[in-house]
């Protein structure tokens, strides 16, 4: 297909291609509140210094032994299902939930809400944490 040709179909098509812009935006939107709301590093640390949450980091065990944010729980994204009850305890908190760049913290977040608990996800994960030079710790 030549530019032409996909400018013409722009052209003719342009209520069912707005159609479909406005559905996959609410598709996204409707997602990400699922895996619960993108919280700013800056809202995260007030929590944390309130004592109203908890950090759960969902990488793997070598990602989060080069550096995490100070006491974090670590449990890997593959292994959350089963090991969920570990996060009884902090039931009556809202779990934060951190992963490299956002790419897991959302379905991560959907099966803790699943099974009860409030929850959250760092906004740009450990990637935007680190850019900001904020601390970390190394195992």
């Known amino acids: 297909m030549d530019f032409t040709a996909l400018t ?14 406005v559905l996959v935006a609410a598709l996204i939107v409707v997602e990400g509140r699922k895996g619960g709301a993108a ?5 995260i640390t007030r929590l944390i210094n309130k004592g109203e949450a908890v950090l759960l980091d969902v990488r793997d065990k ?11 729980i670590h449990i890997p994204y593959a292994k959350l299902a089963d090991r969920a009850s ?17 790419q ?4 991560a977040g959907k099966t803790l809400k699943d099974k009860g608990f409030t929850v959250s996800r760092m906004q740009g994960g450990m990637a935007e944490w680190q850019s900001q030079n904020l601390p970390v710790v190394k195992a």
């Open 8 to 21: 013409a179909f722009l052209a003719e098509q342009w209520i069912l291609i707005s159609i479909l812009s």
């Open 39 to 43: 919280l700013s590093h800056h809202e």
């Open 86 to 102: 570990e996060l009884e305890k902090h039931r009556d908190k809202t779990i934060i939930v951190v992963d490299k760049m956002g």
């Open 104 to 107: 897991h913290s959302g379905a």
């Open 62 to 72: 070598k990602e989060f032994s080069v550096g995490h944010i100070v006491d974090a």
